[in-house]
């Protein structure tokens, strides 16, 4: 991938830029909503401090690693921070897989589709030959489930993490 391939710029609605430790304050926001933490998981983001430390040491060492990560929406010309869209690659996981998520208020608006399909439309153009995007959901998700269905991905398989881990459900997209 190109030293910058996630998408940043502008959508329709969105501008999509990488995220930043001055954003702590909005992902403290995002990551302990209780939807968040259901179905994406605790990541110990309590306070800014370690707001900012989730966003150094995941989304800012993947685009230093990977050449992309999750990155930050805004709404309209104001900019105001309603999400994150963008791409991650676990350790040990096939391939990169497609993130996604929206502050409650901003949910069933299609600001979700219209990020993730940006990422797939640049990623299909940057990294073709990756071949495929994975996305990873939990059972009772059926917002993600959909969303991801109305993208194009397919069931795959289930997938554990690990042992300690519950278990989730794996989509596919062919690039």
Known sequence: MTPRAGLHGQTARLRIRKLM????????????DPDWLRYIGDRG????????????SGPMTSYRKHGFGLDRLGL??????????GLLQRENTV???????????HRGRGYAREAAAAVIEQLRKDRPELGRLYALATPDNLPSGNLLRKLGFVRDDDY?????NALLQRYRLDL
């Open 45 to 56: 983001i309590r306070d800014l401090d370690s707001a900012r430390n989730w966003i150094e």
């Open 21 to 32: 430790p001055a954003d702590a304050g909005f992902i403290l926001e995002l990551a302990t």
């Open 95 to 105: 391939g990169p897989e497609l993130g996604f998520a929206l502050l409650p208020a």
């Open 76 to 85: 309209g010309q104001d900019d105001i921070p309603i999400g994150i869209c």
């Open 160 to 164: 554990r993490p690990d042992s300690a």
